[in-house]
C-alpha cells in the first residue's frame, strides 16, 4: 500500500485554480480524463487533489460547502524556516489570493494564514526546534 495525505477540495475554475497553487511552487501532476479533476504534489507524500464542484460533489456524496459563509476545512502546511511563511503567504496574495493578516507568533509556532481563489482556508506553519 501506498503512504501518503490527499486533500481533495472543490474549485470553481480547474485551470485557475491550478496556476494559483503552481505559483506557489506546488508541482503539477496528472489530470483526470474529461478534465473534472487534477493532482497537484505539495511537497514529499502530501497532494492536493483538485475538483471541478460536480465531481467534487460526486465524489463526496454531498453538496458543496459555500466558503463565503462557513469553512469545511482549514488546510496548515508545514515549512522548513520561519521567514518560508510569510513568503509563501505573500505569493499567494500575489497570485490572487487572500492574505489573513500578519503572521502570529505563538512561541511553539509561527503561522500565517490565506484564502485561496475558492476561498479554503490554509495556513503555512513552521515549528521551531
Known amino acids: 500500500m501506498s503512504s ?7 474549485v470553481r475554475d ?7 497553487f503552481t ?3 506546488f508541482t503539477a501532476g496528472a489530470r483526470q ?16 487533489i483538485l475538483h471541478t464542484p460536480a465531481a467534487f ?9 459555500d466558503t463565503a459563509t462557513s469553512r469545511e476545512v ?15 503567504v ?9 492574505s489573513l493578516g500578519p503572521g502570529q507568533d505563538l512561541g511553539f509556532m509561527y503561522m500565517r ?8 482556508q490554509w495556513s503555512f506553519l513552521y515549528l521551531p526546534g
Open 4 to 10: 501518503g495525505t490527499f486533500v481533495n477540495l472543490p
Open 14 to 20: 480547474l485551470d485557475r485554480a491550478v496556476e494559483f
Open 23 to 25: 505559483a506557489l511552487g
Open 33 to 48: 480524463p474529461g478534465g473534472e479533476s487534477a493532482q497537484l504534489t505539495l511537497g514529499g507524500s502530501t497532494h492536493l
Open 57 to 65: 460533489a460526486a465524489f463526496a456524496g454531498t453538496a458543496v460547502c
Open 74 to 88: 482549514i488546510v496548515g502546511l508545514g515549512v522548513d524556516r520561519r521567514e518560508r511563511v510569510d513568503e509563501l
Open 90 to 98: 505573500d505569493l499567494a496574495a500575489v497570485a490572487g489570493g487572500q
Open 113 to 120: 494564514g490565506f484564502r485561496d481563489l475558492d476561498g479554503h
